[in-house]
Nanobody, 120 residues
Framework: QVQLVESGGGLVQAGGSLRLSCVVSGSTFTSKLIGWYRQVPGKERELVAVIRSGDITNYANSVKGRFTISGDNAKNTVDLQMDSLKPEDTAVYYC??????????????WGPGTQVTVSS
């Protein structure tokens, strides 16, 4: 059974930094896409940053220049370095992985989420 285990959330003051980490276990396949989404109550879950093919990244406009994603699709690990945090970054952050064989169906997997709170 595929499991995503997140770590690194917490409380930080505005302007501070946090680093989130995620490890995927239980999969015999590498991830085709891995990264982070976030959600606040009453709003849809939104993409924060994802990485594919080891070095192709995509960031939400709201975090460009402040957040840095790094990961290894082959090892199914991903980190998110969050700098210059703002109160509006407060959310539950979810690790996400799209996993499947080289040719064949892919499946979405989500972590349980980790709370990030930025105080003003």
């Amino acid at each position: 059974q595929v499991q995503l285990v997140e770590s690194g959330g917490g409380l930080v003051q505005a302007g501070g930094s946090l680093r989130l980490s995620c490890v995927v276990s239980g999969s015999t396949f590498t991830s085709k896409l891995i990264g982070w989404y976030r959600q606040v109550p009453g709003k849809e879950r939104e993409l924060v940053a994802v990485i594919r093919s080891g070095d192709i990244t995509n960031y939400a406009n709201s975090v460009k220049g402040r957040f840095t994603i790094s990961g290894d699709n082959a090892k199914n690990t991903v980190d998110l370095q969050m700098d210059s945090l703002k109160p509006e970054d407060t959310a539950v952050y979810y690790c996400y992985a799209l996993i499947g064989p080289p040719t064949g169906p892919t499946y979405q997997h989500w972590g349980p989420g980790t709370q990030v709170t930025v105080s003003s």
